[in-house]
């Protein structure tokens, strides 16, 4: 028998806000798969494994702003889940994990496919459940009040991934006729609403400010405040932070400006992508430093000993329109930023065909109104260096900076997006996640570029690794495997480009409707790759210095 509270799981994860879940078959999970599996509110995604599943789950949550299911049979099937948990503990995004489990009186008693799964993700989840097995009135009481309660915490802020552990017992399917419907349960509620004015802080002294926001979804409200004091207050543009306007390129220009010290920094988002920009102000701090986070997350990410303010940047941006500012600080940022602009704009008209230039044609081609989906290593960077044009939503998974999960990541995106959905992605990333594709679903708005440069291209450009005799076995990890046949295997339609001319005849035609996804991969020489990036990087220098 099928115990109704159960068999209810979905109807309370539907009463919060779940619309969507995630789905990995087994046979101990059997109780909530059947309790998603006919419930009419929430679309069901089924994934068999496990590892992309996780990331699947985080592009769905990222992309609807809503939380997410997943859910899982018992033993090392929830283990597969922890990359895309940590991702998602770290953007602050809403996953609720249910893994099926044994009975608690068979862990550690050799029993088949049976773990110590309670906590096995605590490090990274904002709290962790064990659920009764329901046998009675008192142990259903306490089953929903602590699926509530996981619910719950979940969307408060800061927003982040819960496990729910539920062990149970045989048998694990409905009796035959048994008559099982969904009951709506009275949910209590957990967030008083307040309504909060705006923030007023006396920066008198302050001349040089600058603001710095580190990976937000796109914010209509903000980059029309940020809009109003463009002209008098830097603050950076990155394609992690979705904004219109801002200065670009910082990264390749930042290193020994001190001239460039704030007397104050305004921060706030998560995670800032640029590491020299890191470097520089923790070498050159400013005198102060404000930090806005309306979760009250306390980082000091400089060694700059903020102040935390407990709003959104928002609610304090209005103070800076009349503020009195130092108007050769920000001249001194657009001067940088213009020469750097012109230094690549010469420098990509003249360039032979590498990885670099290719990055820069993609990244031009992308549709406006798309979702821009970026792996970690070379691809983000490109984006910073060479910056992404406005209208365009801009992802990447830099909770945790891997290259695992990003292809997943969008597919679970596309999956619930009408928009174009391209995904920019290194050789690397896009075979160590091949799986993303192992499903059911057509993916007609899928794009994915995959730069093929026969390995960790990264690695070269990296002073360390790059003069070592390890650098093409242990580093770079070298091979000759091509996305050709994963095209065919999943019946996806496959362009290839060698070369400047062919890669752009490619993109003419590449964003055009279709039934299933298409995958554009371009080869470029890694040693080829090497010299124009570093040839780049020294053409901007140059022009900087004069």
């Known amino acids: ?46 994934i068999p494994d496990e590892r992309s599943a996780g990331f699947v789950a985080l592009g769905i949550a990222q992309e609807t702003n809503t ?38 009186e068979l862990i550690d008693q050799r029993d088949g496919q049976t773990i110590r799964q309670f906590e096995a993700l605590k490090n990274h989840v904002k709290g962790s459940w064990r659920l009764p097995i329901v046998t ?48 709506e349960v009275p949910i209590p509620d957990s967030v008083v609403s307040v309504t909060q004015s705006g923030v007023s802080l006396s920066i008198t002294d302050s001349k040089k400010i600058l603001i710095l926001i580190g990976q937000q979804l796109a914010d209509e409200d903000l980059n029309n405040q940020l809009q109003q004091i463009s002209e008098r207050i830097p603050f950076v543009k990155s394609p992690l932070n979705n904004l219109v ?36 102000i923790r070498k050159y701090k400013p005198k102060r430093h404000i930090h806005f986070d309306p979760a009250g997350v306390k980082v000091d990410t400089y060694d700059s000993n903020p102040q935390f303010i407990k709003r959104n940047l928002s609610d304090f941006i209005d103070q800076l ?30 360039a032979p065909h590498s990885e ?33 044009k406005n209208s365009i939503n801009v992802y990447c998974n830099r909770g945790t900076s891997g290259i695992d999960g990003c292809t997943s990541t969008a597919v679970g995106a596309s999956l619930v ?30 794009r994915i570029i995959v730069l093929n440069n026969q390995g960790g291209g990264i690695f070269r450009l990296i002073d360390g690794p790059s003069k070592l005799p390890e650098l093409e076995t242990y580093f770079e990890t070298r091979h000759n495997r091509t996305a050709e046949y994963i095209c065919a295997e999943n019946g996806f339609e496959y362009l290839k480009a060698a070369d400047a001319e062919s890669l752009q005849e490619h993109l003419k035609t590449f964003y055009m409707p279709s039934k299933s996804a298409k995958i554009l991969e371009v080869f470029t020489d890694p040693e080829v790759n090497q010299r124009e990036f570093k040839a780049l990087k020294t053409q901007i220098n140059e022009r900087i210095k004069n």
């Open 1 to 46: 028998m099928l115990h109704p509270t159960v068999f209810n799981t979905a109807q309370v994860c539907s009463q919060l806000g779940v619309k969507h879940a995630v789905m990995s078959p087994g046979s101990r999970n059997a109780p909530l798969t059947i309790s998603f599996a006919r419930h009419e509110g929430i679309k069901k995604w089924i």
């Open 136 to 183: 009675d009135q008192s142990c259903a009481e306490e089953y929903e009040q602590s699926l509530i309660e996981a619910l719950h915490i979940s969307g408060e802020l800061p927003k982040g991934p819960v496990h729910i552990n539920i062990p149970f017992k045989e048998p694990f399917y409905p009796d035959a006729g048994q008559d099982l419907k969904f009951e």
């Open 356 to 388: 670099t230039k290719a990055a820069h044609s993609i990244l031009e081609s992308i549709p406006t109104k798309s979702n821009l989906h970026l792996s970690n290593s070379m691809p983000v960077r490109y984006a910073d260096l060479f910056g992404v």
């Open 245 to 280: 306007d801002g200065i670009d390129h910082v990264d390749v220009f930042i290193e020994g400006k001190n001239e460039l010290t704030p007397d104050l920094l305004i921060t706030s988002g998560l995670s800032v992508l640029s590491k020299k920009l890191k470097l520089f």
């Open 417 to 446: 997006s009408d928009e174009t959905n391209v995904l920019v992605t290194g050789d690397l990333a896009f075979l160590y996640d091949r799986n993303a594709f192992f499903h059911n679903y057509d993916l007609p708005n899928l």
């Open 67 to 104: 939380p997410a299911v997943l859910c899982c049979t018992s033993g090392s099937a929830l283990l597969n889940y922890a990359p895309a948990i940590a991702e998602a503990y770290y953007r602050e995004i809403p996953l609720i994990i249910m893994s099926a489990d044994r009975p608690p």
């Open 321 to 350: 329109i009349e503020h009195e500012v130092n108007a050769e600080y920000i001249g001194e940022w657009k001067k940088l930023e213009e020469r750097t602009k012109a230094a690549i704009e010469d420098f990509i008209r003249r």
